[in-house]
């Protein structure tokens, strides 16, 4: 069985700054993917590939054994590819219920009935529901965290692509985005998360993948992959052989 989602030597330049050098990745249906790395590695670069909002210069992306590689950002969308942003874009003056049915109805491309139940699924999956009438611009930050998750998973993907959605909240929330990320792979999304709060990845990944200057740096069992001293050198500032 193919994996549901490959890149295959995918490279991408900006200039002088190469974002992506000749990266392979793979990910099975059901697991769940961190990955690493220090500022300007290229982590975004490479979500923003894989979600279509630029195309490699080189390379392939497959999804489900198909060449997605010049379909658009909206096109994996409504094939099952979802992502948050690293800073929470809702609809500020939508309630958090019309934030997820524009999700539905625009990206999933959903009827009406179907979007508003799928929205309701996801409020409550998310713990979101008791907030389904507030206003997006009266949440909290942890409430935004999981409204950007919530968007996400409006479009009911089978891939769901998380950037940094930990970032900002305390210990007690963060725990509590971990149980909510984990019942999300328990309904069967697959999971890529790019991610600097460590111990929340390390929580629910099953494998780990680390980039440094756009290329693959390690790759693996997520705490063979921490204890390497080449990770400690380059992403945690420790030398080698300290």
């Given at each position: 069985m193919?994996?549901?989602?490959?890149l295959k030597s995918v490279s991408k330049r900006f200039g002088a700054v190469v974002v992506?050098?000749?990266?392979?990745?793979?990910?099975?249906?059901?697991?769940?993917?961190?990955?690493?790395g220090p500022n300007g590695a290229g982590k975004t670069s490479l979500f923003n590939m894989i979600a279509g909002v630029f195309s490699p210069d080189?390379?392939?992306i497959y999804y489900r054994g198909s060449d997605i590689t010049k379909l658009t950002a909206?096109?994996?969308?409504?094939?099952?590819?979802?992502?948050?942003?690293?800073?929470?874009?809702?609809?500020?003056?939508?309630?958090?219920f019309e934030n997820l049915c524009v999700t539905g109805f625009f990206g999933a491309r959903g009827d009406h009935?179907?979007?508003?139940a799928r929205a309701v699924e996801v409020l409550d999956l998310t713990g979101m529901l008791p907030k389904a009438n507030a206003l997006a611009s009266s949440l909290t930050l942890l409430e935004r965290k999981r409204l950007e998750l919530a968007r996400a998973l409006a479009g009911n993907p089978k891939l769901l692509l998380l950037d940094e959605i930990a970032g900002g909240l305390t210990p007690h929330e963060c725990e509590d985005l971990i149980a909510a990320i984990r019942k999300i792979r328990a309904t069967g999304v697959s999971v890529i998360w790019i991610e600097h709060v460590v111990?929340?990845?390390?929580?629910?990944?099953?494998?780990?993948f680390v980039l440094n200057q756009g290329a693959k740096l390690a790759e693996g069992?997520?705490?063979t992959v921490m204890?390497?001293?080449?990770?400690?050198?380059?992403?945690?500032?420790?030398?080698?052989?300290?």
């Open positions: 193919a994996p549901l989602l490959s992506a050098d000749n990266i392979d990745l793979s990910l099975n249906e059901g697991e769940a993917l961190g990955i690493l080189a390379g392939h909206a096109q994996r969308c409504r094939i099952g590819i979802g992502r948050s942003f690293q800073i929470p874009q809702p609809f500020g003056g939508l309630s958090v009935a179907t979007v508003e111990h929340a990845l390390l929580a629910v990944i099953d494998g780990l069992d997520p705490r204890d390497s001293p080449e990770v400690h050198e380059i992403y945690l500032g420790v030398e080698a052989d300290a």
